[in-house]
């Protein structure tokens, strides 16, 4: 197992330019098995979650190559196919692939998603949206069994926006006989992303990025090549490492627009933020000011931003108070934060009330899930003395080049192996 070493106090100058959207290459890759051909994708991040789903699709027959960030996938033969439970539960989005395989191939079986350290993360509305598309969809002992003779499009609504269940649903009806409607859709980015690769391949959808979307089903999804757009939760993430470190930090080659919620909030901070058409630099001052921030579906505050922001404000001057409303339990950076001096409070388990303090002090913590991973980092990079940030495979599923990344603006930060046995994902 490996843990990153940082020597905090260095401020952050230079440019970045930001790998490929991990969420939006998971959500393509769920998809491409329902093209009936090769698929050329672009710019694809090379981390764990990528990796993994790429395995997973070949499991189903699909053909995968790997050069650099570009992966060819050829999707014409696919079959059933045992699958191991372990691959599918360390990935969530493995369930998003029960959709477009069951427009395929007719039937499978698919392990269940676990929940993971955030919350439950349950799958029920993915569920109900592929029953009324026309799938029949049992669990037994922890694996879904679904089968369809024909898939046929239908208006639903969804409970919550949920980003998962507008991608899983959106991409499996665009095989659907007929018209889907799909109510209170979720407006990430990553969805407006999925619904460009997949109408780049013929497919029929208007209104992503919007509440409601409408596809209308065709019979093949044809060849296509595609790019990723770069990662706004890796670019945020270095912009907040920027304004941790008093520091200096341009990001590269990303849609100001898509950062809107970081950037109000990084200014309201009193950090100066300017932008470009594909940049955002961020300029900070030795000590921020406190915020409230509450986290809320696309176009509000992101909440893989939230745990970030918290490192943040454990430094700025006065109280902040930071709302989870996404996830039941998004609280794993807290005690490690706290191991390092800061001063979080939690209330009812998903509200944070951060009182800042002068400094932090470099510790030895736990990533406990992605994000919180990444705000321990961001922490070791302002705190006082050396931090030691353990089980970093959950970073490595979603930043590239972490280490490197935050070097080259002049970090001091160097994986580094461990004796402890790597903690089960
Ligand atoms: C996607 O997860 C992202 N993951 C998450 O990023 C992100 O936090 C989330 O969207 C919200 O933006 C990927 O794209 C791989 P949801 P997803 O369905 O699709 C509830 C990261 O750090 N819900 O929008 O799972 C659910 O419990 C990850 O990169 C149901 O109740 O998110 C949650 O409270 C973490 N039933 C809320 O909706 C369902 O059937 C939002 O979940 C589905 C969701």
Redo the contacts with the bound molecule.
């Keep these: 197992m490996s843990a990153f070493a940082i020597k905090g106090g260095q401020r952050l100058v230079g440019e970045v330019d930001v790998a490929g959207s991990?969420?939006t290459a998971?959500?393509i890759l769920s998809s491409v098995v329902l093209v009936d051909g090769l698929t050329v994708l672009h710019n694809v991040p090379d981390v764990s979650d990528t990796r993994t789903k790429a395995k997973l699709i070949e499991r189903f027959g699909a053909k995968v190559e790997w050069s650099e960030g570009t992966l060819a996938i050829d999707a014409t033969h696919l079959e059933m196919a045992e699958t191991d439970e372990e691959m599918v539960r360390s990935i969530?989005?493995s369930f998003y692939l029960l959709g477009p395989l069951l427009a395929r191939i007719g039937r499978l079986e698919l392990p269940a998603p676990g929940g993971c350290r955030?919350?439950?993360?349950?799958?029920?509305?993915?569920i109900k949206g592929l029953n009324s598309l026309g799938a029949t969809i049992e669990l037994q002992n922890g694996v879904y069994r679904a089968k369809t003779d024909a898939l046929v499009g239908a208006d639903m609504l969804l409970?919550?926006?949920?980003?998962?269940?507008t991608?899983h649903l959106m991409a499996t009806a665009t095989l659907a006989r007929g018209c889907t409607v799909i109510r209170n859709a979720?407006m990430?980015p990553?969805i407006v992303a999925l619904a460009d690769f997949l109408k780049s391949c013929g497919a029929r959808i208007e209104g992503a990025g919007t509440s409601v979307i409408t596809v209308q089903g065709v019979s093949a999804l044809q060849p296509s090549e595609f790019r990723v757009e770069a990662d706004r939760?890796q670019a945020g993430t270095y912009l907040v490492a920027g304004a941790i470190t008093a520091g200096d930090v341009r990001v590269n080659g990303l849609r100001p627009e898509h950062q809107a919620a970081v950037i109000s909030k990084l200014r309201d901070a009193g950090a100066e933020v300017s932008e470009g058409h594909d940049w955002v630099r961020v300029q900070a001052p030795d000590r921020l000011k406190a915020l409230t921030v509450r986290t809320m579906?696309?176009p509000g505050f992101?909440?893989?931003m939230q745990q970030p922001m918290a490192a943040l404000l454990t430094l700025a001057e006065g109280t902040s108070v930071i709302e989870e409303t996404?996830?039941?339990s998004r609280i794993g950076h807290v005690q490690e934060l706290n191991r390092m001096g800061a001063n979080i409070r939690l209330e009812g388990g998903s509200c944070a009330i951060i009182t800042g303090v002068d400094s932090l002090s470099g510790a030895s913590v736990e990533a406990s899930d992605?994000?919180a991973g990444a705000a321990l980092v961001l922490a070791g990079l302002a705190a006082q003395g050396e931090t030691l940030v353990k089980n970093i495979h959950w970073i490595d599923r979603?930043y590239q080049k972490l280490e490197q990344t935050l070097t080259d603006l002049g970090g001091v930060i160097k994986r580094v192996p461990t004796e402890e046995q790597e903690v089960p994902v």
């Design positions: 991990k969420n998971l959500a969530r989005t955030i919350g439950a993360r349950p799958v029920d509305y993915h409970e919550k926006p949920s980003a998962g269940a991608q979720a990430e990553e939760i579906p696309h992101p909440t893989d996404i996830y039941e992605l994000r979603g």
